[in-house]
């Protein structure tokens, strides 16, 4: 089991659980969350979501063994029909509230994640990147939108072109995160925040919550189906597969024959 869901006082709960990967997520796992996002936005019982991982890791991103034998967008199928797509769309269409506990590094889609959660809460040990370029990939889900909105275009090409890590604090003083939590207090603190839903009225949350996102809603699917198809082109360009061999050969991957 590497999605565990369970709904509790309230709030369903999605755990990433596949510590020996570092939580990657594959194709499977995303279908697991966005079929648990959507049973949690149909369930009148359920106030608000929890996303979180294991001790020391939220998921390192996308597993890069399915990136080659699974890329979205395989056999000619849409790309936006493919189960990453629809974890990202029930992400973002949800109207219920999600919070996140980032138990540990949040990598690639990891952080991209975060970008639409309502609520995020990092333990003090974690550390955030999005190194998509130094994977020969692109950002995706509309980071490259929502990040530099939120830290401005100087530290968002840090973040993005580089991939630099940023730690918990940075990510609260840009708001990507609303505070830092020790390792220990992390999920049960984002626990605490989402059973603050079960004292509001449903309605009127939803309401709020739609509200909220409807202003950049039209410009953030654009972004995304935009950032999508260039995404999935470069799954399959040469650069990327230097990337993802390099990885699981455990060396530095050498790009000096690209042009
Ligand atoms: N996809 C597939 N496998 C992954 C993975 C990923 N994203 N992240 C980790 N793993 C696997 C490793 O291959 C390794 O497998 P093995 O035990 O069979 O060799 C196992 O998980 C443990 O990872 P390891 O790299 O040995 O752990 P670490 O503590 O040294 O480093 C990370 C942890 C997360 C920093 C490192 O694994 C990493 O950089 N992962 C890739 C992150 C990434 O680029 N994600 C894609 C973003 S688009």
């Given amino acids: 089991m590497t999605i565990r869901t369970a709904t509790l006082n309230g709030v369903t709960t999605i755990e990433i659980a596949r510590p020996e990967k570092k939580n990657a997520l594959t194709t499977a796992m995303y279908q697991a969350m966005a079929d648990a996002l959507r049973a949690a936005a149909e369930d009148p019982a359920v106030r608000a979501v929890l996303i979180t991982g294991q001790p020391g890791i939220f998921t390192s991103?996308?597993?890069?063994?399915?990136?080659?034998?699974?890329?979205p967008g395989q056999g000619g199928s849409a790309v936006a029909e493919s189960p990453v797509f629809q974890f990202m769309r029930a992400l973002l269409e949800c109207d219920k509230p999600v919070v996140?506990?980032?138990?540990?590094?949040a990598i690639g889609i990891g952080t991209t994640m975060l970008l639409h959660c309502d609520f995020v809460y990092v333990s003090d040990e974690a550390r955030l990147a999005m190194p998509f370029v130094a994977l020969g990939l692109v950002p995706e889900f509309a980071s490259s939108l929502l990040v530099p909105q939120l830290m401005g275009q100087r530290m968002a090409a840090e973040k993005l072109l580089f991939g630099d890590p940023f730690t918990p604090e940075q990510a609260v003083e840009c708001g990507i995160a609303n505070a830092v939590l020790p390792a220990s207090e992390v999920v049960n603190h984002a626990r605490r925040?989402?059973?603050?839903?079960?004292?509001?009225?449903?309605?009127?949350?939803?309401?709020?919550k739609r509200l909220m996102r409807e202003p950049q809603r039209a410009e953030i699917l654009k972004v995304i189906a935009a950032e999508g198809t260039l995404f999935?082109?470069?799954?399959?360009?040469?650069?990327?597969?230097?990337?993802?061999?390099?990885?699981?050969?455990?060396?530095?991957?050498?790009?000096?024959?690209?042009?």
Avoid: C, Y
């Fill in 232 to 259: 999935a082109a470069r799954l399959r360009s040469p650069e990327a597969m230097e990337a993802f061999q390099a990885f699981f050969q455990k060396r530095k991957p050498d790009f000096s024959k690209f042009s």
């Fill in 193 to 208: 925040i989402a059973e603050r839903f079960n004292a509001l009225p449903p309605g009127a949350v939803r309401e709020a």
């Fill in 100 to 105: 996140a506990a980032v138990t540990g590094g």
């Fill in 61 to 71: 991103g996308n597993d890069i063994e399915d990136f080659m034998a699974r890329p």
